[in-house]
């Protein structure tokens, strides 16, 4: 659910839905998650979206690269980078500046 209306040029909003369906598919065949959370801000200087997931029980995530995504995201002059929290959550974070948009 979004809470309100992101205004985006169309070529970043197809980028981004791609980023998205990329994460969702890795979080499907590669972890035992049954819930993903997806984010979307957009502030004057950058849009941001994080893809998360939460670890098994117990189990530490090992290290990774998400190559499709932070391509991507490299392509727009932004960089994704993993973030594995202490409440067992993986978290792809994609940070893309606004003025790569036009």
């Known amino acids: 659910m979004a809470a ?3 205004s985006i ?3 970043l909003a197809a980028e981004v839905f791609q980023m998205v369906a990329e994460g ?3 979080i499907r065949r590669h972890t035992i ?3 993903a959370t997806v984010e979307l801000a957009r502030n004057a200087q950058s849009l941001s979206l994080r893809i998360g997931n939460e ?3 117990g189990h530490v995530p090992r290290s990774f690269t998400p190559r499709s995504i932070t391509e991507r995201a490299r392509a727009l002059g ?17 940070m893309i500046p606004l003025e790569s948009e036009n």
């Open 33 to 35: 998650s049954d819930r």
């Open 78 to 94: 932004g960089d994704a980078t993993v973030e594995h929290t202490d409440d067992h959550q993986t978290i792809v974070k994609v």
């Open 24 to 26: 969702l598919s890795n």
């Open 4 to 6: 309100d209306a992101l």
């Open 55 to 57: 670890a098994a029980n």
């Open 9 to 11: 040029n169309e070529r």
